[in-house]
T-cell receptor, first 112, second 110 residues
């Protein structure tokens, strides 16, 4: 089955700096890679996703990159703000209604 | 917006009790899931269901069962609660690739 590894497990950055979270996956058939954000005491929510036919996707201050050859994908947050503080989960699946496998999560702390 | 509602936010149960965690979604989604979330272990899939009366084991089904009698409701059952089942339980549903999660039930087994 799919195995998703995520690192770092914790990350502290100064407000305004960039943050990068990296994930690797094992199943070469995986083609859908979502990222979820979970603020303290709240439910995880989808913030961005990328498919295997795209190398990069941006949405305002967040971007995801995908390297299919190396089987890794990353979340980039620029100009971090205190409200970016949360746990971020990466995930991988074969798309459609296939099973989604999550990484262990990265706790991001943005220091004002 | 899709709503996924978990009936209890916090629950304290005794070892050996039978525990029911309820989850209801209001958007006619076919797929529903139960995860547990533990520090350092992320989200681990317990059980999922693709349709009414259908259920599939996830990665950690031991000690749990599920029930899906109606499309909107997916129940997680702990037949005999144990202290190692103390955790945050998250329900989710989906109609396409993205999940909508409930707010979670923090279960403590004493």
């Amino acid at each position: 089955g799919e195995n998703v590894e995520q690192h770092p497990s914790t990350l502290s950055v100064q407000e305004g700096d960039s943050a990068v979270i990296k994930c690797t996956y094992s199943d070469s058939a995986s083609n859908y890679f979502p990222w979820y954000k979970q603020e303290l005491g709240k439910r995880p929510q989808l913030i961005i996703d990328i498919r295997s036919n795209v190398g990069e996707k941006k949405d305002q201050r967040i971007a995801v990159t995908l390297n299919k050859t190396a089987k890794h994908f990353s979340l980039h947050i620029t100009e971090t703000q205190p409200e970016d503080s949360a746990v971020y989960f990466c995930a991988a699946s074969r798309g459609g209604y296939q099973k989604v496998t999550f990484g262990i999560g990265t706790k991001l702390q943005v220091i004002p | 917006d899709v709503k996924v509602t978990q009936s209890s936010r916090y629950l304290v149960k005794r070892t050996g009790e039978k525990v029911f965690l309820e989850c209801v979604q209001d958007m006619d989604h076919e797929n529903m899931f139960w995860y547990r979330q533990d520090p350092g272990l992320g989200l681990r899939l317990i059980y999922f269901s693709y349709d009414v009366k259908m259920k599939e084991k996830g990665d950690i089904p031991e000690g749990y069962s599920v029930s899906r009698e109606k499309k909107e409701r997916f129940s997680l059952i702990l037949e005999s609660a144990s202290t190692n089942q103390t955790s945050m339980y998250l329900c989710a549903s989906r109609s396409s690739e993205s999940y909508t999660f409930g707010s979670g039930t923090r279960l403590t087994v004493v």
